[in-house]
């Protein structure tokens, strides 16, 4: 069983910025790489960025890239995605997910809110 738990969104207006964690507990060993993805109601959820556990590898959406930086603690078990210059669109629940070594994002947080004004 794997648990990861998500923190830190929130309301900001745009321009601001916000930090995400998430926490992995349980058995990560099997997983090779942390991502996050977000949803807009009405939209299909979206890849937004991850990171390797071991090399620390990092990929990102077009739409985040140069806004957004995904960052781990391996000793943790914790993924930060560290958001700024947030923009209207930018507005979604935000997930974690742990991908395996098959490439099957296998496991979900519940997600955190993240809320942009304008």
């Known amino acids: 069983q794997v648990r990861l738990v998500e923190s830190g969104g929130g309301l900001v207006q745009a321009g601001g910025s916000l930090r995400l964690s998430c926490a992995a507990s349980?058995?990560?060993?099997?997983?090779?790489?942390m991502g996050w993805f977000r949803q807009s109601p009405g939209k299909e959820r979206e890849f937004v960025a991850r990171?390797?556990?071991?090399?620390?590898?990092?990929v990102y959406a077009d739409s985040v890239k140069g806004r957004f930086t995904i960052s781990r603690d391996n000793a943790k078990n914790t993924v930060f995605l560290q958001m700024n210059d947030l923009k209207p669109e930018d507005k979604a629940v935000y997930y974690c997910?742990?991908?395996?070594?098959?490439?099957?994002?296998?496991?979900w947080g519940q997600g955190t809110q993240v809320t942009v004004s304008s």
């Open positions: 349980g058995r990560t060993g099997s997983s090779s790489h």
């Open positions: 990171i390797s556990w071991s090399a620390g590898t990092t």
């Open positions: 997910a742990l991908r395996s070594y098959d490439s099957r994002w296998s496991d």
